[in-house]
């Protein structure tokens, strides 16, 4: 939604602005996302972090955290196709000490979500079982 409205890359927002536009932006993005109806929203990692933003997901949706290793995250953003800007030129090594930081501080943030469910074994089906009984 934020390429779609701004007209630039999320990289490009970050690199070009910094982390601190960028989270004011991705935070405005998030409560206009949260007005709509029927909508699966998939944060990026550090949205539920800033401002009261994990507060206004659970107040307004139903939120759930897909926990994952640290090893686990790692690899995933070793091999992602689109390189985030808090990770680029990064050896594996440093990388996971990064995650390891970055998880230190928003898990935190994360934990709050009204449902947890393992990522490396994730079932779609099982979930959407457990969230239409609520």
């Known amino acids: ?9 999320v990289y490009d927002c970050f690199e070009k602005y910094g982390e601190e536009i960028f989270r004011k932006l991705e935070y405005d993005i998030l409560k206009q996302a949260l007005l709509q109806n029927n909508v699966v929203i998939a944060t990026g990692g550090g949205a539920p972090c800033y401002f009261d933003a994990m507060k206004l997901i659970n107040t307004t949706a139903f939120s759930i955290y897909i926990e994952m290793s640290l090893k686990s995250l790692s690899q995933r953003l070793l091999n992602a196709r689109v ?5 680029k030129n990064k050896t594996e090594a440093e990388l996971l000490a990064f995650i390891t930081e970055q998880m230190a501080q928003r898990e935190f943030f994360y934990k709050q979500a009204h449902l947890t469910l393992r990522g490396e074994d994730f079932d779609l089906q099982e979930a959407m079982k457990w969230i239409n009984k609520q």
Do not use: A, D, F, G
């Not at 934020?2 to 890359?9: A, D, Q």
């Not at 390189?83 to 990770?87: D, E, G, L, N, V």
């Open 1 to 9: 939604m934020l390429e779609e409205k701004y007209h630039i890359s």
């Open 83 to 87: 390189t985030r800007p808090m990770t």
